[in-house]
């Protein structure tokens, strides 16, 4: 299987690889849509028939999650415990020891944190020795140390694979082989290095592992490996119904093999999906995954081998997936938080998670980046880059020109557009890159020139070439013209716009074979219409904005604002900041920031459900292209086509008043139900099942418009409530139109959409 293929099925298989860069498969890696479709299918049969009953349903699958756990490891069935993480494996293996005071246990410098505490908690409670074992010059554990220390009884010796603070990768098979010839069990933590590194259970009799990193199953799922000689010296400490059977009086049994460490209760939705993931990395395969992921870490290590001022920080044995490096002039924290800001996800290891190694070697923290098939040399490249750029830290007290609240599609259309024509810009987003908690998520979105209203033509115009300049400025394709269709009841007026037509249903479905209107229905035929891809959208103007030197900062709130004939002051979580114009593109919480607009807008909670189908090209274009329906009784049934991954999704127009400041919630049943009904009806050939769904926000404007401009009476703060459910296809449009307002160009054309105007609508 070529590393190309390992990674273009994963990629487009990775929801979350839409929204970040992210290189932290050592922290938690993204699951991919089935891990995600498994554990929320074995969620929603519980929910249907009962916890037990999905159990005993489900039986079959579950047992095999343990022949996948022993297949990955050259082990047999019996022989594997499923755990809640590779911490609680590794306490139920320990604490089954029969430890005495005073028994040795040898320690690799690479172990991790829970583990040294733990055995630090041993010597104090048991009186156990803990001795560290020493390095070689490469990092590794000194083998002629340890062959000395074992001349020696010992009760065990314990090393990490890979450890959390580097990208050393221990060499088992000779510490295991020391181990075994002086009969000293060996517990190896592969916690890093399970789905990344080839591993065999010859000479180990103990491995923990966890199923959220390089596995890339889901959170809460972990592994104990325990050999048949090793199971018979340990005793469970806590055993229970699982692991146990209450023969009489007090008579116990142990349960054969490994589960003898189990709990009865465990999250069986969890387990099934981290059974889905071991399917997932043996079809691939370990090597070709090693192979792939190893390869984009040397090219990291090249570029930042080159980066000046950044230094590699990983032992001589150091490999695989995971690269560890420090900026000379920067905390590592601060460094993460940086490239947080600039789209890229990776983390901070500090000393206090490896003092053993950091402390030795001298680091404080170092930034770990941990690469995975669904990241390629666009995620490396886009680090390098962010990660040379050198960036002033702007604190309170300090001015700018320009403050941008929000970093939506309004948000970050406006700092791009300032940014370029030479402003400094300070951005800020109260949620990290990739939250859904405003509108601008999601996959896709329509676009379309037909209209009700003329009024829209010359922006719908503007918006047109403002996608074409932003994917030009980006060198991707953001708009797909496929053609749209726009129905309403016969005799109702509908859509119009430039090179639109009215058709009947019966040339509407020769248009759109996918899409079933009745006689009933008229149509508008859009030529121009099309599908935006959103999430490339949003990546490209973080990109395009930090390429310019926006200052962006994601997870700082805006408290409040006030304006002087200075400039305007703004209050955040972290301090006060100035500047001489004020944008506020704050999606549904522009009320709270701009009280003046508040009873204008209306926060409304919209959904959406992806859906299967068993002829995908027949919900694609052409077969279908962005449509909606004014469906008499029920509302604006709206829909996209099949794309890029995404199966096909549809929407109301419409939904119950929200409060943004209480967490989305997901779909529920019955608001998944409500839409795939209409699905049924318009839409044949959509006939799978949910795969996806989408919970939003609207924030609705009266008459659908939006407030766009200068309040009144305080020029100096301009905003972007520009939704109405409709907003997106404007965002780069209306960014280049703010950007201009706010640095004192004159835009009549905007007139129309003036908060003044709006307030006269309301
Ligand atoms: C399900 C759905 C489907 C849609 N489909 C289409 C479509 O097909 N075509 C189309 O053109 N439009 C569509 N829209 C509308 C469009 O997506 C929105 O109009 C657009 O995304 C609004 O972007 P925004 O930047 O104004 O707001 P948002 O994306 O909500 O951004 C506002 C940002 O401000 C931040 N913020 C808020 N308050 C603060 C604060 N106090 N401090 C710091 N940060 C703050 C928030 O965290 C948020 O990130 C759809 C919307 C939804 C919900």
Sequence with gaps: MGSNFVHLTSRDA???????????????????????????????????????????????????????????????????????????????????????????????????????LHLFELRRSRGIEVEVLPCAADGTVDLDALAAALRKPAALVTVAHVPTSSALIEPVAAIAALTEAAGVPLLLDATQSLGQLPLDVAGIDLIVGTGRKFLRGPRGTGLLYVSPRMRERLHPPHPDVRGAVWQSGDLVELAPGARRFETWESSHALRLGLGAALEETLTLGVDAIGRYATGLADRLRGALADLPGVRLTDPAAGGGAIVTFV?????????????RAAGVHLVAVPAHHGRW????????????????????????????????????????????????????????????????RGARVIQLDRFPDGHTEGSSHGHIRMIRRA???????????????????????????????????????????????????????????????????????????????????????????RELSLEHGVDRRTGCRVDGWSADGEGVTVRTADGLLRADRLVIAAGPWTGALVPELADLLKVVRIVNIHIGATDPAAVSAP???????????????????????????????????????????????????????????????????VVDSVACRYTMAPRNRFAVGALAGTPQVLVAAACSGHGFKFGPAIGAGLADLALGKQRPDLDFLSPEALGELG
């Excluded at 929320?40 to 249907?48: P, Q, S």
């Excluded at 079959?60 to 022949?67: F, L």
């Excluded at 900026?327 to 490239?339: H, N, S």
Aim: charged share 20%.
């Design 623 to 689: 077969a279908l292209g962005p449509f909606s329906v004014e469906v008499p009784g029920v509302g604006l049934l709206y829909g996209l086509p099949a794309f890029d991954g995404s199966a096909m999704k549809i929407g109301l127009d419409h939904g119950p008043a929200d409060d943004p400041d209480r967490p989305q919630t997901p779909v529920t049943a019955a608001e998944a139900a409500t839409l795939l009904g209409l699905a049924r009806r318009f839409l044949p050939a959509a006939n799978g099942d």
């Design 14 to 116: 990775t929801p979350g690889a839409r929204y970040a860069r992210h290189l932290n498969a050592a922290g938690a890696a993204l699951p991919s849509e089935t891990v995600l479709g498994t554990v929320i299918e074995h969620l929603r049969l519980e929910a249907r028939i009962g916890g037990y009953e999905a159990a005993e349903a489900a039986k079959e699958r579950s047992e095999r999650v343990y022949a996948l756990a022993a297949q990955l490891i050259g082990a047999q069935p019996e022989d594997i415990a499923l755990t809640e993480s590779a911490t609680v494996a590794w306490h139920r293996a320990i604490d089954a020891m029969p430890l005495q005071a005073g028994d040795r246990i040898l320690a690799a410098a690479s172990s991790y944190v829970s583990s040294a």
């Design 327 to 339: 900026r000379d002039d920067e905390k590592p924290a601060d460094t993460v938080r940086r490239l």
């Design 357 to 420: 190694d950091l402390e030795r070697r001298g680091l404080d923290a170092v930034v770990r980046a941990s690469v995975h098939v669904y990241n390629d040399e666009s995620d490396v490249d886009a680090l390098v880059s962010a990660l040379g750029r050198r960036t002033a830290p702007v604190r309170s007290s300090s001015r700018t020109d320009v403050i941008v609240v929000g970093a939506g599609v309004h948000g970050s259309s406006t700092a791009w557009h300032l940014a370029q």
């Design 451 to 541: 209209y009700p209203n003329p009024i829209w033509d010359d922006l719908v115009d503007r918006a047109y070439l403002a996608w074409a300049e932003l994917s030009a400025a980006s060198g991707t394709q953001l708009l797909t013209t496929t053609g749209g269709l726009y129905a309403r009841p016969v005799g109702e007026a509908g859509l119009r716009g430039p090179d639109c037509v009215p058709v009947d249903a019966a040339r509407a479905a020769e248009l759109f074979p996918g899409l079933r209107l009745g006689d009933e229905f008229g149509a508008v035929y859009d030529p121009a219409a099309g599908v935006l891809d959103a999430a490339a959208a949003m990546r490209a103007l």
